[in-house]
Each structure stands twice: as C-alpha cells, then as structure tokens.
C-alpha cells in the first residue's frame, strides 16, 4: 500500500509540474465586429505572437491597429493601445461616471462570467459594471490600478432584484445564489488573476458554497481568509465591501503589448510614456541613489510621490518614475492553470463548467511525450 500511495504521489507531481510547465495557447480575441472564421490566420491579434521579432516589428511598423488591444506596464502604472469600450448589454448597468474602457479580452470575460449567472438564473437583474480604465490606461480617478484595462469592478447581485451601486453587501441584502455563481464563473470560466474582496463578503459567500455541496479543501485553496494562502485568488482589501475588484490576465494583449512595445517606441507610432515601478527603501538610501539607480531624477521622484523634501523614509513605499523603450514587466507572461474543483454541486450541475480536458486537453496530451523510463514505475499499480 505505501508504495502504491509513493506511486501516485509521484504521478501527480509529474502530472501537476507538465500542466504548470507546458505553455497554454493564447486565447483568440477579435478587437473588430464580424466573424474571424474566414481571415487568414495572421490577421488575429493572438497569432501575431507566433511572429518571429523582425515579422512583429515589420506589422507593428505598416499597422499597428492590427495588432487589437494592447496592455503595457503594470496594474499600477500602464499604458493601453487599441482599446474597446465595454458594450452596451442588458445584462449589465454602467455606474454614474465609470470609465468603462478595456483590452477585448477583459470585455469577453465580462460577458463570459455575467453570462454564466444569467445561463444558470434566466430571470437576473442587470448587475452594475464600475470603473475599467481611461481610453489610454494610465492614472484613472483615485484609484491606485485600473490601468492596463484589466481591472474591472463589479456591483454585487441583490435580494431585493436591482441595488444601487456602491451598497454594502451583508447577509440582509445580498443574493448569494447569484453571487456565488459569479465568483465561481470568474475562477473557472475566465483567466482571472485576483478578485479583491472586504474579508466578511467572502465569509457570505464561502458558507453559502459550503452549503450547496462545494469542496472544502478547494474553497480553502481559493479564498485567503480561511488558510491564509498566498496563491489565493480571492484576497482582502479594505473598501472592497460594496464590489467585487477584479483583474484578468490577459494572455494576448499582455504578451503581445510586451513585445510589440520596444518597436512602437523606435517606430514613433508612440512616444515613451513614464512609468512607475515601486521601491521599499532601505535604511542608508537616498533620493538620489535611487535616482541613479533607475535612471530617474531627484526632482521626477519627488513630483511622482508628492514630496516637498529629499528626505524618505526606510521601510516605505515609494513610486519611481522610468522612461525608456523597456517597459515593466520584462518577463513573458504566464497564466497559471485555473483553479478547478473537484466537483459540481447538483444546483449548478444544470450548465455546463470547465474541466481539466475542456480547457488543457493539448497539454494533457504532451503528458504522454515523456520519457519511456518514466512509465514502468507505474506498470503494476
């Protein structure tokens, strides 16, 4: 018995490390009206990626616009090219003065979750859709995000049918049905990066999934308040109690921005704009070693973090300001498999959720391309 448990265990650190490790396939978003099914394969944002560098530059140089939305820098500190304007839809209400601008991909994962709830409750009320970025990205209002054109605020699905944005969910007010259904199409039918939540919603909506029949080791891996996981997709944040905050990855804009960035900026079709990057200072540091470190000014720093002095302070945050042809992040991205359940509690087994072949069956399918030496271990179990 121990070695068949030593077996499988070994299975599944093999199969867990194959799913990390095997690049998923950029989602094909179209940034225009009309079908896709009859262009050329090269004229979808999503396989300009497949272009070696010199073919991106060379597309980047005769036509930009082709390329769809572009999302550049961090959530903190970004630029958005080729940006779409969230449609108008029943389904949803814009909140009084939202700036409603996004990537494709962040519009199609709106519509992917909303749509879940109204799949599973045909009779749903418009839920509101609050602030997703300026038309450019960049700063947006008093937010400290919402500029990549993945962040999006969510109103809340009430008891009452229809509430007024900015409502503070609590247990009198708040139709968990409807939004649990959310949450869970969110984390399952969407690249979904993070859903910043007050920590007593996400009490409401962990006891209502418990008591429907979702698994707990799951609900424990997908909400922080309960094991205090870091990898957690729903994380708490002060003044998240009347919406959800939630950001997407965005697998094409991202990457392909990434790339396409340095040859924007050397083919003029934009000029550099100035991004942020934050710095923990250290005890012994100094306005103008940072300065030189980045590259940066004192007098640029001081503007960017509204300071009246040279002095800061160890410990504390502060945003340093960057020009230059590489942007933040430098790294390619990479979407982490979704966070599926072992389950489907038979309240919502009447529409149809991921699974791990629906959305990895390519990757499943690399599984079987390891070594031969691997497989005889597990001949006899």
Excluded at 95 to 104: D, H, I, M, R, V
Excluded at 139 to 152: A, I, P, Y
Excluded at 254 to 281: D, N, W
């Amino acid at each position: 018995m121990g070695s068949f448990i030593f077996k499988l265990g070994v299975l599944f650190i093999v199969l867990s490390a194959a799913m990390k490790t095997v690049p998923a396939p950029p989602q094909v978003v179209s940034s225009g009206g009309g079908s896709n099914a009859s262009r050329p394969t090269l004229e979808t944002p999503a396989s300009f990626l497949d272009l070696s560098d010199e073919d991106l530059k060379k597309q980047v140089e005769s036509d930009p616009s082709s390329l769809g939305s572009l999302t550049i820098g961090t959530p903190g500190s970004a630029i958005l090219i080729n940006s779409v304007a969230l449609p108008a839809d029943p389904r949803w209400e814009i909140a009084p003065t939202a700036e409603t601008w996004g990537t494709a991909e962040t519009m199609a994962s709106i519509q992917t979750a909303i749509g879940k709830v109204h799949e599973l409750f045909t009779e749903t009320p418009p839920i509101f859709i609050g602030d997703i970025s300026d038309p450019d990205g960049g700063r947006l209002k008093l937010h400290e995000s919402h500029q990549t054109g993945r962040d999006v605020d969510f109103g809340f699905y009430y008891k009452s049918g229809k509430g007024v944005w900015y409502t503070p969910g609590t247990a009198a007010t708040l139709d968990l049905p409807r939004n649990w259904v959310l949450v869970r199409a969110l984390l399952l039918c969407t690249d979904v990066e993070t859903i910043l939540l007050d920590t007593r919603v996400q009490k409401l909506l962990y006891g209502y999934a418990l008591s429907i029949g979702e698994e707990k080791t799951w609900l424990d891996r997908v909400f922080q308040f309960s094991k205090g996981s870091k990898n957690a997709v729903i994380r708490h944040v002060p003044l998240h109690r009347t919406h959800y905050h939630v950001r997407f990855y965005n697998p094409v804009a991202q990457e392909l921005g990434r790339r396409a960035y340095p040859f924007l900026v050397q083919s003029k079709k934009i000029t550099p704009p100035v991004f942020t990057i934050p710095h923990v200072v250290r005890a012994g540091e100094t306005l103008g070693g940072l300065a030189s470190r980045y590259g940066s000014s004192v007098r640029a720093i001081q503007k960017t973090n509204g300071l009246a002095t040279t002095q800061i302070r160890a410990g504390r945050t502060y945003r340093i300001p960057i020009r230059g042809v590489t942007a933040p992040p430098v790294k390619p991205l990479v979407v982490p498999v979704r966070p599926l359940p072992p389950r489907t509690p038979e309240v919502l087994a009447s529409v149809t959720w991921p699974t791990p072949m629906s959305l990895y069956a390519d990757r499943l399918a690399k599984i079987t391309t390891l070594p031969d030496l691997l497989w005889p271990a597990f001949r006899k179990i």
